[in-house]
């Protein structure tokens, strides 16, 4: 029975209605066979054997597909109304065939046939074409069409709509539609393509996400409203994004739609061009450098899914690291594929079919939009943190850090710390299984950690490093800043008395002074300050004569006699030279310079012009703020930094930095907080004879001794002892706010914690040990 011949039975959005002879109507229900031919797999070309007005759905199928092939015949005036007249003499369906491919037929088609040859050869001219695009024919000829077999007409548009609309794969179209479906609209939760758009919410919550903010109020649709929600969504999709009715805002709306309708509607938001496509393609272009334009061959060597993926905090490997190789681009494709599957991804297509050109859009294309909802990975920095000990150093002392992993996605097993000196290659620094390093820096300047985690590395965390100590030959002691409290402690093997123990420091100028003497842990100890520069005498004695070995003798130089002339005036990629003047200082000395820009050291050379004056050359590479360190035996300088201003003319500074410069600066130097991890040995000697034995050191004695900085010496995470106690830092400065600074009145000397003015009133310990004093 023909769909023309039935009558007594309308179509609605509330299912088949059929009017009775009495006149009263009532719905008529659905049976499983009446269901099956709404899916894909009851398409009109099966040929089903359909009980009763079921085969009603076959007419909303065809009202549907009658209005996709008049869609693509509106460019030539032909107009499909009636399936089983319209298709007979050929000229519909070649004019279909020919927009389609988007090239005339061959051989050329019949457009005024006159007889039933003509009908035959312009059927025949259309399926063969049809043929040659790769689409296959199921129980369908020329003879069919020419006598209007509407179910084997509707099969055929149908393959036609996959092929040319929806997009030709091996896999299910529906499985494809509803994968990206879910993907782009994860909170609608969508099952199937029929029943969960009947209430037209869906199809407004696709519109929203196809242009934000087009239908924001989506959530807030009455769902009982479902024709007027339906007409809604489908006018506002016809006029923003040019999407045809094809299916009627009723059968839309009805339960009981077919599922070739929707997806036939469904599928102008998805094809190549489509608002779906547009929006998802916008996203993927937010997340990579280049311009991605499509979702087939620009996806096949891996490169823009591992952006993708690795942008995301994935484990994908970076694009630049893939290989170019077609050969390779399969393996390209897992490695990204096995990094999404990390996020919670799952594929759609097999590596292979996505590299493969021929791959269809709709596979990749859903894939990408399940990308678009995976929260961000944390930053590697978020995950990992660097504490150090101090944010400073010396050369030949050990500086510890630790690295913390803060993320279960990290294990400590496969991070790698690395230590990048002053112009130097990265060197490996072997972590415990706490996440402990100890390195020994040979170079005094900016040093840089860096941890590596698979591809990903994170820098950015600085420590300054500063020149040795000055070594001085016995009976000398190593030097000290004009200023600073020096500590005598005088170890002996016997018990003598403290009474009979007289230390006295002899000035430059021969004014003694008598040091005070008291008992402590490791024997005696005395303190003096030195007011004058040059060399000190230190003598120790007992019952009156010299200790094996004194008098001894130190050199105190005034940290405050060096200045700097000449940072004016420097400008990118010209040499530029200033001078540093250490004359005032009072005794000869070593002086070292380190130049910072951008928290890195810079090469610079220092020429020796006369005894403690110096010519420092070197090339600044762009504008900006260089910091410049001198140091004196070991110690920084009063003013150091110094601020040298690149391509500006203004003045770079004084040579000598203010009270509120040096305090500033200071307070950001990292130099103000070190501590050594072992008693630093400066000097040391031994006299080997039976008698006594001596030796001469210099330590800061604000750790007291090595016992009590031990004990004083653990991570606020561990209470075991002998661990270093490390802060946490952000950079190699630990920044005060220059209202503080102005305000905050100066720390007190001693105990804890040392003084801003490093070489002032920071007490350096001597240490004289002597058998049988």
Known sequence: MDVKDIKGAKVTHAGLLKHNTDGSTETQKITHAGLVARSPEGTAAKGMNIRGNEDLWVEIQANTFRNWVNEHLRPTGMQVIDWASDFCDGTCLCALVENLQTRPLKPSWNRRPANQHHYLE???????????????????????????????ILGLIWSLIVRYQIGRSKFPPRKLMLAWLQAALPECKITNLTTDW?????????????????????????????????????????????????????????????????????SYFMKPGGPGYNATLRWVNTQTKDSVKNFTTDWNDGRVMCEIIKGLGGPAPAPEKLSTDPFHYENNIR?????????????????????????????????????????????????????????SGR??????????????????????????????????????????????????????????????????????????????????????????????????????????????????????????????????????????????????TYQGRHIQGGPFTCAVFDASGVSVHGLDGAMPLRAHSFEV??????????????????????????????????????????????RVYVYFNGYDVKGSPFIMRVGTKGR?????????????????????HYTSTTNTRHNDYRNTSTAATSSLSRRDLLNHNAAERQRSYSPAISPKIDTPDYRTTSSYYKRESEDKLATSPPPPPAPQPPSREYYNNSPTTKYINSADL
């Open 581 to 626: 003047d250490a004359r005032g200082v009072g005794v000869t000395g070593e002086l070292h310079v380190d130049i910072v820009h951008d928290k890195r050291s810079l090469v610079c050379s220092v020429e020796k012009i006369v005894e403690n004056k110096y010519r420092v050359t070197f090339m600044p590479r762009q504008n900006g703020k260089y």
């Open 198 to 266: 009947n209430s037209g919410v869906n199809l407004a919550a696709l519109l929203d996400y196809c242009q934000p903010g087009l239908f924001p109020h989506w959530r807030s649709l009455d769902p009982k409203q479902s024709v007027q929600n339906c007409t809604t969504t489908m006018n506002l999709a016809q006029s923003e994004f040019g999407v045809p009715k094809v299916l009627e805002p009723a059968y839309l709306a009805s339960p009981w739609l077919d599922e070739l309708s929707g997806m036939t509607y469904l």
């Open 335 to 391: 490695k990204a594929v096995e990094a999404g599957q990390r996020l919670g991804v799952q594929p759609i297509l097999t590596a292979k079919d996505m590299a493969n050109p021929e791959v269809e859009h709709l596979g990749i294309m859903a894939y990408a939009a399940h990308l678009q909802w995976v929260p961000p990975r944390p930053p590697l920095s978020d995950m990992i943190n660097v504490l150090m000990e101090s944010n």
């Open 652 to 672: 770079s500074g004084k040579t000598r930095s203010s009270p509120l410069h040096e305090s500033k600066h200071r307070a950001e130097s990292p130099s103000m």
């Open 395 to 540: 050369v030949g002392e050990p500086t510890h850090f630790r690295i913390d992993v803060l993320s279960r996605e990290i294990s400590l097993s496969s991070v790698k710390a690395f230590i990048v000196p002053p112009s130097g290659q990265p060197q490996p620094v072997r972590l415990n299984p706490h996440g402990e390093g100890v390195y020994i820096p040979e170079k005094y300047g900016m040093h840089e950690i860096v941890v590596e985690v698979g591809d990903d590395s994170l820098g950015g965390h600085f420590f300054r490093v500063l020149p040795r100590f000055i070594q001085v030959a016995p009976p000398g002691m190593a030097p000290c800043a004009l200023g600073s409290l020096v500590e005598v402690l005088v170890n002996a093997t016997g018990a003598p008395k403290t009474e009979d123990i007289l230390v006295t420091a002899v000035s430059p100028t021969g004014i003694s002074h008598n040091c005070p003497l008291k008992k402590v842990e490791e024997g005696h100890s005395a303190i003096f300050k030195p007011d004058e520069a040059g060399i000190w005498e230190i003598a120790i």
């Open 122 to 152: 312009n059927a025949t001219t259309a399926l063969n074409a049809i043929e040659k695009d790769h689409i296959k024919l199921v129980n369908i000829g020329n003879v069919d069409i020419v006598n209007g077999n509407v179910k084997l």
